[in-house]
C-alpha cells in the first residue's frame, strides 16, 4: 500500500513539474504590477538541471533534503500512526481498533481500582470508627467505675480519721454497694499486668480481694496509708489502662478530646488524694512530713491536668473558668490548701474536715460534670465520624456502580468514533499533502520577496533589525514616455509587455549579486552590496547588470510600435543607505532601502537619455579604481535638495566587450504570445479577444 501511494505522488508531481517546465526558467519574479507572482520557481534549496521526477525517488529512497520527499515521509509517517501501524490495511485498521479501545479502557479500569481501594479504605475507616466507639463506651463505664471507686477512698478515709463516729452522708455498706454495681456493669478490661498485680487478671479475683480488704477496714486492722496504698494502686492500674486505648486512637477526629477525657480523670483523681491528706490534716490536727510532700505532689498534678485538657479542648477552660468564677467552694478549697502548705498547728477538727471534705466532693462534682459533657462530645463526634464514613462508603459503592455501568457505552461510542476515524483517513492524509504544499508555496513566496538571508532569518522569527551601509551601489531605470505608451495600448497588451519586461530583468539578475528592492509600472530599482557586503563589487555587479539590461531592453519589440525600439534609461548611484524590513499592512514583509542615496539617482534619472546608463561621480571612482569601463563626461546637472550642481558621466561599456554601442545590437527578437502570463491564459474573454485580433 505505501509503495503504491508512492507511486502515485511521483507520478503527480512528475506531470505537475513537467507542466511548469514547458514555458523557460526565469529567475526570482519576486514582483510585478501586474499583479503576477511565480510561485512555480525553483525553492531557495532545490537542485536545478535534474530530472525532477529522479531526483525525487532518488530523495525518498535516500531520504535526502528535497522538500517534497519530507511531505511523502511526513504522509508515510501520518499512516504508520501509533506503533507503526498502517490504518489502510485489514489488519493495521483492525490493531489499530484495539489501541483505540485500549485508550478508554485504561482510565476506565484506573478508576474502577481507584474507586474500589477508596472503598476498601472506607471500610477499614468505618472499622476503626467502630473500634473507638466501642472504646469510648466501654471508657465511660470504666470511668464511673473509677469515681465510685475515688468517693469510696474519701469516705473510708474519713471515717478512719473520725474514728467511724462521722459519715459523709452515706455509712459504709452503702457506699460499698454502689461500687460493687458500677464494677458488675463494667466489663472487665484486658490488662497485661505483673504476678504481684495478678488479683487484676479477672473480675472475680479482684472481687475477693477488694472484699477482704473492706472486711479488714470495718475490723479496723488497716492503718490510713495502706488504705491509700490499695485504692491508689488500683485507680492508678485502671486509669494507666484507659490511656493505653486512647494512644490507638491518633489517626481519629476524637483524639485530642480522648485525652483531654483522660487528663480531667486523671485531675480528679490526684485532687481526690490530696483531699484524703486534707481530711487526715483537719481530723489529726497536723500533718507528717511523708503526707504533707505527697498532698503537695497529688495536689499539683491535679491542676497541672486540668490545664492540660483545657490545651486539648477550647471548651473545657470556658467550662473550667465558669466553675472557678461562679463556684462557692473555691475560696474554702483555696483557704485549706493554704492552711496545709503553712503547715499550721491546730486542734482536731472533724466539722473543719467535713466542710473541706465537702467543698472538694463539690468542686469534684463539677469537674465530673465537665467530664460527662466531654464524654457525651466524644459520644456525639464519633457517630457523626460514622455516619460520614456511611455517607461516603455509599457514595463510592454508587460511583463504581456508574462507571460500570458507563463503560461500556464509553467503549461503544469510542469503537464508532474509531471506525469513522478510519473511513476519512486517507481523505485526511491527503488534505495534510496538500497543506504541506501550500506551506511551501508560501515560503518560496517570501524568499522571492525577501533577500535569502533576510528570508531565513524572517522565517526563524528571529528579531529583524534595520541596517546602515556606507557603501551600496543602486540602479534606477524607467522607460521615457511611459504615460504615452499606456494611453496607445490595450490593458491585456500592457500586462503581457510589462510581464516579459520583468522576465528580461528577473533573468539577468541571476547572473550577479543584485537584489530588486522596488518596482512600480515601469521603474525598477535593483541595489547591491546589501545585505551583504561584498566591499567594492557592488559597483561592478550594477554597472554590468545595468549594460546588460539596457541591451536587452533594446531587443523587446513593442507591438503598436513594431518598428522603434523601447526607450528604456537608466542611473547608477553609490552611497550609504538604511535597509531593513517592512511589513505591509500586517502580512506582507518587503525589504526597503531608504536614505538619500536612494532620492539622488532617483531624480537624477530625470535628466538620462533612452538606451543610456547614467552614472555619478562617486560611482565613476569606484569603477575607474576595478578598471576597464569606458565612461564619457556628461556634464553638471541639478538635482533637488542637493547644494549646486553635480558631475556625471555615460557609461559607454565595458573594455574588450564585442559591443562598443547600443545600436551595435545583434537581430531583435519578437516575443510571441506565449509569453503572455499564465494566469490570463485561462481566461475566456481574453482567448476570445485574441481569436478575434
Not at 512528475?14 to 514547458?22: D, H, N, T, W
Not at 485525652?259 to 483531699?275: D, S
Not at 485526511?428 to 496538500?434: N, V
Amino acid at each position: 500500500t505505501k509503495l503504491i501511494l508512492l507511486d502515485s505522488l511521483l507520478q503527480e508531481d512528475f506531470s505537475e513539474r513537467m507542466l511548469k517546465s514547458s514555458n523557460p526558467r526565469v529567475g526570482p519574479d519576486r514582483e510585478s504590477e501586474a499583479g503576477h507572482m511565480d510561485v512555480n520557481r525553483p525553492y531557495p534549496y532545490e537542485k536545478e538541471g535534474e530530472d525532477d521526477a529522479v531526483s525525487l525517488s532518488e530523495s525518498v529512497i535516500d531520504g535526502s533534503s528535497n522538500p517534497f520527499s519530507s511531505d511523502v515521509r511526513s504522509l508515510a509517517t501520518l499512516q504508520s500512526g501509533f506503533c507503526q501501524i498502517n490504518p489502510v490495511t485489514k489488519t493495521g485498521q483492525r490493531l489499530y481498533m484495539v489501541h483505540m479501545l485500549l485508550l478508554p479502557f485504561l482510565p476506565i479500569a484506573a478508576l474502577i481500582i481507584q474507586n474500589s481501594t477508596t472503598l476498601n479504605n472506607l471500610l477499614h475507616y468505618q472499622k476503626e470508627v467502630e473500634r473507638i466507639g466501642a472504646k469510648v463506651d466501654a471508657a465511660t463505664l470504666l470511668e464511673k467505675f473509677i469515681t465510685n471507686m475515688q468517693r469510696e477512698r474519701s469516705e473510708v478515709a474519713f471515717h478512719i480519721f473520725t474514728n467511724g463516729t462521722q459519715t459523709l452522708g452515706l455509712n459504709l455498706s452503702e457506699r460499698f454497694l454502689i461500687t460493687d454495681n458500677a464494677l458488675e456493669k463494667m466489663p472487665w478490661p484486658e490488662m497485661k499486668v505483673s504476678e504481684s498485680y495478678r488479683m487484676f487478671k479477672s473480675k472475680l479475683r479482684f472481687q475477693i480481694r477488694h472484699g477482704d480488704f473492706r472486711q479488714r477496714i470495718s475490723q479496723d486492722e488497716e492503718d490510713i496509708q495502706s488504705i491509700l496504698n490499695w485504692y491508689n494502686s488500683a485507680d492508678g492500674l485502671f486509669l494507666n489502662h484507659l490511656s493505653q486505648d486512647i494512644r490507638g486512637t491518633n489517626s481519629s477526629a476524637v483524639w485530642r478530646y480522648l485525652i483531654a477525657y483522660k487528663n480531667l480523670l486523671r485531675a480528679i483523681e490526684n485532687i481526690g488524694i490530696a483531699v484524703v491528706y486534707g481530711i487526715r490534716y483537719y481530723g489529726k490536727g497536723s500533718i507528717t512530713n511523708e503526707n504533707y510532700v505527697q498532698f503537695i505532689r497529688h495536689d499539683t498534678l491535679g491542676f497541672e491536668y486540668i490545664e492540660q485538657s483545657q490545651n486539648f479542648v477550647a471548651q473545657i477552660r470556658k467550662d473550667y473558668k465558669k466553675i472557678t468564677d461562679e463556684g462557692k467552694d473555691i475560696p474554702i478549697i483555696m483557704s485549706g490548701r493554704d492552711d496545709i502548705l503553712a503547715q499550721k498547728e491546730q486542734n482536731p477538727d472533724p466539722k473543719e474536715a467535713l466542710r473541706y471534705y465537702m467543698a472538694t466532693f463539690n468542686y469534684t462534682e463539677d469537674l465530673r460534670v465537665v467530664l460527662q459533657d466531654l464524654r457525651l462530645r466524644i459520644v456525639e463526634i464519633v457517630k457523626n465520624e460514622l455516619s460520614a464514613a456511611n455517607q461516603q462508603q455509599a457514595f463510592g459503592i454508587a460511583v463504581l456502580l456508574l462507571v460500570l455501568i458507563i463503560s461500556p457505552v464509553i467503549i461503544f461510542l469510542v469503537r464508532n468514533a474509531t471506525v469513522t476515524i478510519q473511513i476519512f483517513s486517507l481523505s485526511l492524509s491527503k488534505k495534510a499533502k496538500e497543506l504541506k504544499l501550500e506551506k511551501r508555496k508560501a515560503v518560496s513566496l517570501t524568499y522571492q520577496m525577501l533577500p535569502k538571508s533576510i528570508a531565513k532569518d524572517y522565517q526563524s522569527k528571529k528579531k529583524l533589525s534595520a541596517k546602515k551601509f556606507d557603501s551600496v551601489t543602486v540602479f534606477y531605470s524607467d522607460i521615457a514616455d511611459f504615460h504615452k505608451m499606456v494611453q496607445d495600448t490595450t490593458p491585456v497588451d500592457m500586462v503581457i509587455f510589462l510581464n516579459v519586461l520583468y522576465k528580461m530583468f528577473d533573468t539577468h539578475m541571476e547572473k550577479y549579486e543584485v537584489f530588486k528592492v522596488d518596482t512600480v509600472n515601469d521603474c525598477h530599482m535593483v541595489a547591491s552590496g546589501l545585505p551583504e557586503c561584498n566591499g567594492d563589487k557592488h559597483a561592478v555587479d550594477i554597472a554590468e547588470f545595468a549594460l546588460d539590461v539596457l541591451a536587452s531592453s533594446a531587443m523587446i519589440i513593442i507591438k503598436q510600435h513594431p518598428k522603434d525600439r523601447l526607450q528604456m534609461r537608466g542611473s547608477i548611484h553609490t552611497g550609504s543607505v538604511i535597509a531593513g524590513v517592512q511589513v505591509v499592512g500586517s502580512k506582507m514583509p518587503r525589504y526597503r532601502i531608504f536614505g538619500d542615496t536612494v532620492d539622488f539617482v532617483a531624480n537624477m534619472n530625470v535628466s538620462g537619455e533612452a538606451l543610456k546608463a547614467q552614472v555619478s561621480l562617486e560611482t565613476k571612482i569606484l569603477l575607474d579604481t576595478v578598471g576597464g569601463y569606458k565612461t564619457e563626461p556628461k556634464g553638471l546637472i541639478n538635482i533637488p535638495n542637493q547644494e549646486g550642481s553635480v558631475d556625471t558621466f555615460w557609461l559607454l561599456g565595458k573594455e574588450g566587450s564585442t559591443i562598443s554601442k547600443y545600436s551595435d545590437l545583434p537581430g531583435r527578437v519578437v516575443f510571441d504570445g506565449t509569453e503572455e502570463p499564465e494566469f490570463m491564459r485561462d481566461l475566456a474573454e481574453y482567448s476570445t479577444n485574441k481569436d478575434v485580433a
